[in-house]
């Protein structure tokens, strides 16, 4: 009989394809595997905070972020991030960002504090966390970003 330990798979094994901090959040899209977090690295690849596994080897989404990652959400093909920065991709992007497949871009103003959740229903993105602003909007650590045309 096959032990409950061999349920568990060990493709993203270290040193080889392992991540080189805390991940602190992941989602799925079709296939890969989005995490954020702390780190630096993702197998070989130079992922400030963010990373993609294809099942096979990681890949950087552009330049990534110039602070933590505290959650990630998908919605076809874009990726939602938020966490405690205020860069994605070397745009200015106050703490929650879109990833379009090829750059970032920021939801409007952004916040003023750290992002820990995210959700996508239909063309709203919602963000909870730290903050008291969503866009220049008073908010109370929930905020909503409705998505231009969606």
């Known amino acids: 009989a096959a032990s409950a330990d061999d349920n568990w798979d060990d493709r993203f094994g270290f040193p ?9 959040a992941m989602a799925i899209s079709g296939s890969d595997v989005v995490v954020g977090g702390t780190f630096s690295s993702a197998g070989n690849a130079r992922a400030n905070y963010i990373a993609r596994w294809n099942g096979r080897a990681w890949s950087s989404l552009g330049t990534g972020m110039n602070g933590a990652l505290n959650a990630v959400a998908v919605r076809g093909g874009d990726i939602y991030a938020g966490g405690d920065f205020d860069q994605a991709g070397g745009v200015a ?5 879109k990833w379009d497949g090829s750059a970032w871009s920021p939801l409007g103003n952004g916040v ?4 820990n959740a995210i959700a996508v229903s239909g063309g709203d993105v919602y963000a909870g966390g730290i903050f008291t602003r969503a866009g220049g909007k008073s908010s109370s650590c ?9």
Do not use: L, Q
Request: charged share 15%; net charge positive.
């Open 16 to 24: 080889i394809a392992g991540i080189n901090g805390t991940v602190r």
């Open 93 to 97: 992007a106050n703490r929650i960002a």
């Open 112 to 115: 003023n504090g750290a992002v």
């Open 142 to 150: 929930i905020a909503c970003w409705h998505e231009p045309g969606r």
